[in-house]
T-cell receptor, first 111, second 113 residues
Framework: QQQVKQSPQSLIVQKGGIPIINCAYE??????FPWYQQFPGKGPALLIA?????SEKKEGRFTISFNKSAKQFSLHIMDSQPGDSATYFC??????????FGTGTRLKVLA | NAGVTQTPKFRVLKTGQSMTLLCAQDMNHEYMYWYRQDPGMGLRLIHYSVGEGTTAKGEVPDGYNVSRLKKQNFLLGLESAAPSQTSVYFC????????????FGPGTRLTVL
């Protein structure tokens, strides 16, 4: 019940495409859902986050869609660029200091 | 402002050896975390601390110990390394807990032979 299931494991898109990464959870007590971006050889960095009281949040080319009834949330990257090639992690938290991370999606954007 | 730094960046150990990983942050954060990252398994929390002098177990604490003697430092120890502890270790810190952004260090790649 504490798991966050992330898919797909890897994704290849052409430049300008819209990759979509999905996450699903079971624990209805989760109330904070961040996405982290990690480049090779670096630590993860916060990209965007959402609370369950909104269904969508946009920051630049990155959008989180949240479906509370389905217990799912997803990351969309508009007009993807080769510089977006990285590993993306979704996470969830109940506010008890701890994140539960998904298993990660390796994205490659072809030039 | 260096953020979160980790020492060392790489290390190779033999089974049974011990070592300590050092994490330091200069953001005056209360909360600090140690994660391990393994292929296909994402980031898993080993131990965390909600303030100087406090530590608590995460998802995968077995085989590790931690100490937070100073607010800015969080140490992760392996008393008797095992090949299963081969991983990339990340330290993170945050100002106020899980709903605040966690800032990650660059990682330590550990290989246990």
């Amino acid at each position: 019940q504490q798991q966050v299931k992330q898919s797909p494991q890897s994704l290849i898109v052409q430049k300008g495409g819209i990759p979509i990464i999905n996450c699903a959870y079971e624990n209805t007590a989760f109330d904070y859902f961040p996405w982290y971006q990690q480049f090779p050889g670096k630590g993860p960095a916060l990209l965007i986050a959402i609370r369950p009281d909104v269904s969508e949040k946009k920051e630049g080319r990155f959008t989180i869609s949240f479906n509370k009834s389905a217990k799912q949330f997803s990351l969309h990257i508009m007009d993807s660029q080769p510089g977006d090639s990285a590993t993306y992690f979704c996470a969830a938290s109940t506010g008890t200091y701890k994140y539960i991370f998904g298993t990660g999606t390796r994205l490659k954007v072809l030039a | 402002n260096a953020g979160v730094t980790q020492t060392p960046k790489f290390r190779v150990l033999k089974t049974g050896q011990s070592m300590t990983l050092l994490c330091a942050q200069d953001m005056n954060h209360e909360y600090m975390y140690w994660y391990r990252q393994d292929p296909g398994m994402g980031l898993r929390l080993i131990h965390y601390s909600v303030g100087e002098g406090t530590t608590a177990k995460g998802e995968v604490p077995d085989g590790y110990n931690v100490s937070r003697l100073k607010k800015q430092n969080f140490l992760l120890g392996l008393e008797s390394a095992a090949p299963s502890q081969t991983s990339v270790y990340f330290c993170a810190s945050s100002r106020g807990g899980a709903v605040d952004e966690q800032f990650f260090g660059p990682g330590t790649r550990l290989t246990v032979l």
